[in-house]
């Protein structure tokens, strides 16, 4: 017997509707270096995207989770890495930089700028569909920098509060859940908190704080009111990738490496990919 007489057999179809949720790395923020004043931006979050797609029985499909872009210690910040399923990709989030007034940089959500005495830096760009732009630094007056996007908002700016934006909710698993919250500026007496959804606080004359790890949460920004110590700034919470399918499905990982978890919802599967890439397919 043929797998599609079988399939009709027990009543599946070869062709079923998914849904997916698939989220990128977070942005690291970026340091200070020692004796100076200055505040950095918070890390913008990693793409975020969810919708449907249809999918075929014994078909291979590629899956990566995004790892979050490491904080810089004396320097700028990293990239978040992109997550993968299928034809879609998330655009990792982007980084803060070290300079004085630099400016953030685009990303699935984009980085706040940095602040410093005399300049200011902008925000970057999110990407149209997955996320928002972070926010400018503060002026000379508020050393703080800007908050990075999130899923849901754009940042603050650092004259307001640096908050990051805040991220956007799904109940893909059955439960709403926020992810992909913006990182918080960092400053030298003042911080920004990170946005909903995992994003990193800001830090106040301190390192900034990371992202959740599997919210691709951007990092918190970090700070320095002119003391010797140099500072670091926060990294970006890992990506995640999620699938909901019909429950008389299973998930096999046919090459690679990947972290997965499985739970049932209803009429439901629900599968998590928290690391790694590799090529699943669905059996019955």
């Known amino acids: 017997m043929s797998i599609l ?38 890390g ?20 990566t989770v995004g790892a979050g872009g490491p904080g810089g210690t004396s320097a700028a910040g990293s990239q978040g890495n992109n997550s993968v399923f299928d034809t879609v990709t998330s655009t990792g989030g982007g980084f803060s930089g070290l300079a004085s007034g630099e400016n953030g940089s685009s ?8 602040a410093g005495p005399v300049n200011t830096g902008t925000g970057g760009a999110g990407t ?4 928002n732009a972070g926010a400018s630094g503060g002026t000379a007056s508020i050393i703080r920098g800007g908050g990075g996007g999130g899923a849901g908002a754009a940042g603050v700016d650092g004259d307001t509060s640096g908050n990051g934006g805040n991220g956007s909710s799904s109940s893909i698993t059955g439960t709403s859940v926020t992810r ?3 990182g918080g500026g960092g400053g030298d007496t003042v911080r920004g908190l990170g946005g909903t959804g995992g994003g990193g606080n800001g830090s106040a004359n301190s390192d900034g704080n990371n992202g959740t790890a599997n919210t691709g949460g951007g990092g ?4 320095n009111n002119g003391v010797a110590s140099a500072r670091t700034g926060g990294s970006g919470g890992s990506g995640i990738v999620i699938l909901r399918y019909p429950a008389g499905y299973s998930i096999s990982v046919v090459s690679g490496s990947l972290t997965l978890s499985t739970s049932v919802d209803g009429d439901f599967k629900v599968t998590s990919f928290t690391a790694g890439t590799g090529t699943i397919k669905f059996t019955f």
Do not use: K
């Open 107 to 114: 990303g699935g959500s984009g980085a706040g700028g940095n």
């Open 220 to 223: 918190g920004g970090s700070g």
């Open 128 to 131: 149209s569909g997955q996320g």
């Open 5 to 42: 007489q079988l399939l009709l057999a027990v009543g599946l179809p070869p062709i079923f509707s998914t849904d997916y949720l698939v989220i990128a790395g977070g942005g690291g923020a970026g340091g200070v270096p020692a004796s100076v004043n200055r505040g950095t931006g918070g």
């Open 44 to 63: 913008g979050a990693g793409g975020y995207q969810t919708s449907n797609s249809t999918l075929s029985i014994e078909t291979n499909y590629t899956v």
């Open 180 to 182: 992909a919250g913006g």
